[in-house]
């Protein structure tokens, strides 16, 4: 039950450390975790376009901007695997409903957070380089090009339509 941006495999790897079967409080856990996942990243992606836009070249842009968020990350996760630290090893009625809740989140804010800012720069400095070559290529606008896309498909698709309603 992982991810593509990594941050559902360190809670399955913890399960499998502490020897738990995946339930729904899991499942829970790892809702919880991406959408943490999710907020590192744009918390990342932010700082990285509030660069950008204040004219720093791509490459400073990409490996200054992580490093100036990363107290915010790194608290952030923190708090949140030391806030369900007492639910991990707690041992009193209804506990073993907790604990692999709290384990899908502590391993994943540890190793997701790590993976998170040390993937996620490499990964922009990808998407934002191709999307700055394309538009130094071409005088229009990367709007025009999802338009065209867009009413192409709506054409294709109009007639398909067209062609199984005349069958």
Sequence with gaps: M?????????????LLVRGMPFSLSAAVGFIALGGVAVLNGVVIASEVQRLLDAGAPLEEAVSRGPASVVRAVLT???????GFLPMAVASSAGA???????TVVIFGMLFGTALTLAVLPGGLRIVLGGQRAAEAKSSEAPALDVTFGACWLYRRRAA???SRSSS
Excluded: H, N
Excluded at 2 to 14: F, W
């Design 96 to 102: 073993e409903v907790q604990r692999p809740l709290a």
């Design 76 to 82: 952030t996760a923190a708090v949140a695997a030391l």
């Design 160 to 162: 398909v339509v067209a």
């Design 2 to 14: 992982g991810s593509t941006r990594g941050d559902g495999e360190p809670g399955t790897v913890g």
